[in-house]
């Protein structure tokens, strides 16, 4: 069969505006319309056409070139230069601007504090749109991995022991640079081995600061390329990293409120982040539901008795577990006499509190125990005997508990799933966003209202196409 071959020499009358290569439906125009919507003011970025000096990139423009680049997994300063000179879509939306990738970065770098607040606006024309209800709210966190390698973080013990190795060799050269002087040795060991002790005594400085850094902090780890970020564990092992937060609105799925923290887990964020949501809607929510990593009683008691219904499963019910005749679901507690009663009719009374895990213990006594039938099947501890505890806020895991078992607590729970957990699939598979290109937490959480933010464009661009999207955010405007 025939072939068809092309020709790069063959003359063409292209057309002379770049506006007609972008087609009226092109995701593009969704996100220049998106920015355009945005209130540069409110975020914190200075516009002032009539400023004196050396002519400037419009900010609005380089915003634009920033959250179309994330959507499409483009982050880098130097990939976002090398777009701007050959995609023809980005040169539409800059208007032909070639900012080089130092421009770039300094951008981002300078404004840091205002890509933060990029999401909260998003949302907030969402909101307007009516494309979040802000009835139920679904809460989840992922790790991901920081620009820092694990090899530079640093903990109490393996800094004490390099410490030690470090005292041991410079003793080491101290005692070979004095014998060479007893020797009047004349070979260059003499003028290599100060060089060696001058950058021991540099990494001994280097090393007792950061023991100096960890006994002043509450983290247990220290990076010395990223102090913000923490010591991670998942699937793919031991890295630095952050934890990304993300509330998601049950209506469509869109995310109203995301944040990055330094914690390697999700406990005690259920409340900073659920207040950041309900900022951002301008009301309380009816249901807030996370997993049972957000099972941190201290920080649910304070949605206790208000509009918000909880919905919060403990780690002992998402993991099934057989309490067995003995477990603690067995004890009864007596509010008056503060102590447990046993399966067995005994009491535990009150024997000390926990301050770091905010709990009260309660044993019964070796004593007891040991003449109980029930010895070695309930407890084997032959001195204090059978032990419980009990948490500061026992009756806001004891309501949680119930209220989860509840049919429609156990219907909103299964949706949560299918809700808040193949957000964090689009950022980390399709734009390969599983790591951060910045440093420092301020930085980390640009970065992750940009890409949280491109999340929602791609949702509103499938339920609305481009064309109604950008004829509905012309009716909106955030200044």
Not at 69 to 98: A, D, I, P, Q
Not at 255 to 268: C, F, K, L, P
Not at 398 to 420: H, N, P, S, T
Not at 430 to 454: D, P
Request: proline share 3%; glycine share 8%; charged share 25%.
């Amino acid at each position: 069969m025939a072939y068809r071959y092309g020709n790069r020499s063959q003359a063409a009358l292209f057309p002379a505006c770049v506006e007609d290569y972008v087609a009226a439906d092109a995701p593009v125009r969704a996100y220049d319309a998106i920015v355009e919507a945005l209130d540069l003011a409110a975020l914190g970025i200075a516009w002032d056409p009539d400023q004196v000096g050396n002519s400037a990139y419009d900010p609005r423009a380089m915003l634009k070139l920033l959250v179309y680049g994330y959507s499409y997994g483009v982050r880098s300063s130097r990939k976002l230069e090398r777009e701007c000179h050959n995609n023809v879509t980005f040169m539409w939306l800059v208007g032909g601007l070639t900012p080089d990738h130092k421009t770039i970065a300094e951008y981002r770098r300078r404004h840091r504090q205002a890509l933060k607040r990029v999401l909260g606006q998003c949302a907030q024309i969402c909101v307007r749109l009516e494309l979040i209800a802000g009835n139920v709210l679904f809460m989840d966190g992922s790790r991901l991995r920081a620009n820092a390698s694990i090899q530079h973080s640093w903990t109490v013990e393996r800094a004490t022991e390099a410490l030690a190795e470090i005292e041991g060799r410079i003793e080491r050269l101290l005692a070979d640079c004095e014998a060479a002087d007893q020797q009047e040795q004349e070979t260059g060991s003499l003028v290599r081995m100060p060089a060696e002790l001058q950058d021991a005594e540099v990494l001994r400085t280097k090393v007792t600061a950061i023991l100096q850094e960890l006994a002043q902090g509450e983290r247990s780890s220290f990076n010395t390329t990223d102090p913000d970020c923490s010591r991670m564990h998942s699937r793919q092992g031991n890295h630095a990293g952050y934890t990304g937060q993300i509330v998601v609105d049950d209506q469509h799925g869109l995310i109203v409120q995301g944040d990055v923290v330094s914690a390697n887990h999700d406990w005690g964020q259920f409340t900073p982040q659920l207040r950041q949501a309900h900022e951002t809607l301008g009301h309380c929510c009816a249901v807030a539901c996370a997993d049972a990593g957000y099972a941190e009683y201290q920080d649910l008691a304070a949605w206790d008795g208000g509009p918000t219904d909880v919905i919060v499963p403990s780690p002992r019910q998402v993991q099934r577990a057989d309490a067995g005749p003995f477990g603690k679901s067995r004890f009864v507690y007596d509010a008056e006499a503060d102590a447990y009663r046993c399966p067995a009719g005994q009491y535990l009374h009150f024997h000390g509190f926990e301050r770091e895990r905010k709990r009260r213990n309660y044993v019964a006594g070796g004593a007891v125990c040991r003449a109980c039938a029930h010895f070695g099947r309930c407890t084997t501890n032959a001195v204090s005997g059978r032990k419980v505890t009990r948490l500061a806020a026992e009756e806001t895991r004891a309501r949680l508990e119930r209220r989860y078992v509840q049919a429609d607590a156990q219907a909103i729970y299964r949706r949560r799933k299918g809700r808040v957990e193949h957000q964090f699939g689009h950022l980390k598979r399709n734009l390969r966003a599983g790591y951060f290109l910045l440093r420092g937490l301020a930085g980390v959480r640009a970065e992750w209202s940009l890409l949280t933010c491109v999340f929602n464009v791609v949702r509103m661009i499938g339920m609305l196409g481009v064309p109604t999207l950008v004829a509905r955010l012309a009716t909106v405007h955030m200044g």
